[in-house]
């Protein structure tokens, strides 16, 4: 077998250890980026999925003390076409639920490709 090689200028030319660490750091896979947003069906199925139920949710909308506050962010839950990650309610209902950025972010990765 013969070692790892590139052209360069035309020529083949052996490559360095560190040419073949390099490469082979870029060739694993990297990690998915969750999605801007999934829809509202795909959240729903997404916490049921995760064993979070209406009652949970119901829960961090009844804790939040501001009744137009509440009744907004219920609407944005129940009326939302769609769910985005960046939303400050996103965040809060995360927070109440003890779960942090990088469960978000792999909630909404398995919400959107179930």
Do not use: H
Not at 8 to 36: C, T
Not at 75 to 86: K, S, V
Request: net charge negative; charged share 25%; glycine share 6%.
């Amino acid at each position: 077998m013969s070692a790892p090689f590139a052209i360069r200028d035309g020529k083949k030319v052996a490559l360095s250890s560190e040419d073949v660490a390099w490469l082979a750091e870029m060739a694993k896979p990297q990690p998915a980026l969750p999605p801007a947003f999934i829809s509202p069906l795909q959240a729903r199925n997404g916490l049921r999925a995760w064993g979070i139920g209406r009652a949970q949710i119901d829960a961090f909308f009844e804790a939040i003390n501001d009744a137009a506050e509440r009744e907004a962010a219920y609407d944005a839950w129940e009326y939302a076409t769609q769910i985005d990650r960046g939303n400050p309610l996103v965040a809060a209902c995360a927070a109440f639920l003890g779960k942090t950025d990088a469960e978000i972010d792999q909630f909404f990765i398995d919400a959107a490709s179930a």
